[in-house]
C-alpha cells in the first residue's frame, strides 16, 4: 500500500509554532517529491511547500520565511515547521507524493494524498 500520513496539526496562537509531520509507507519516500498544501473553508487548495529528491526546497511567497521544510531519511518523513503563525494560516494541511523526483506547487501534479490535519490560528 502507498500511503502518506499527516500528524502535529492543532490549535495555536497567533505568532505561535507548530510543527506538521508527514510520513510515507509502501514506499521510500527519498526517492520523489512531496509537497505541503493547504486548503481553508470555501477555497482552493493551495501549494504550501515542497522538497526534491535531492533536497531542494521552495515556498509559497505568502509563507516565505516563516515556514521550513526538511526531510529525515532514516524515518521516512517531511516535516513542515511552521513559525511566526497567522490566522490566515488557518486550513487543512495535507501532503502529498509528486508524480516525479522533482516537485512544484501545483497539486495536479501530486497523488497518494494524506488526509490532512486541521491547524487553527486564532487568539
Known amino acids: 500500500q502507498l500511503q502518506l500520513v499527516e500528524s502535529g496539526g492543532g490549535l495555536v496562537q497567533p505568532g505561535g509554532s507548530l510543527r506538521l509531520s508527514c510520513t510515507s509507507s509502501g514506499f521510500i519516500l527519498d526517492n520523489y517529491g512531496i509537497g505541503w498544501f493547504r486548503q481553508a473553508p470555501g477555497k482552493e487548495r493551495e501549494g504550501v511547500s515542497y522538497i526534491t529528491r535531492r533536497g531542494s526546497t521552495n515556498y509559497a511567497d505568502s509563507v516565505n520565511g516563516r515556514f521550513s521544510i526538511e526531510r529525515d531519511s532514516a524515518k521516512n518523513t517531511v516535516f513542515l515547521q511552521m513559525n511566526s503563525l497567522k490566522p490566515e494560516d488557518t486550513a487543512i494541511y495535507s501532503c502529498?507524493?509528486?508524480?516525479?523526483?522533482?516537485?512544484?506547487?501545483?497539486?495536479?501534479?501530486?497523488?497518494?494524498w494524506g488526509q490532512g490535519t486541521q491547524v487553527t490560528v486564532s487568539s
Open positions: 502529498a507524493k509528486s508524480l516525479n523526483v522533482w516537485g512544484t506547487l501545483s497539486p495536479r501534479d501530486y497523488h497518494y
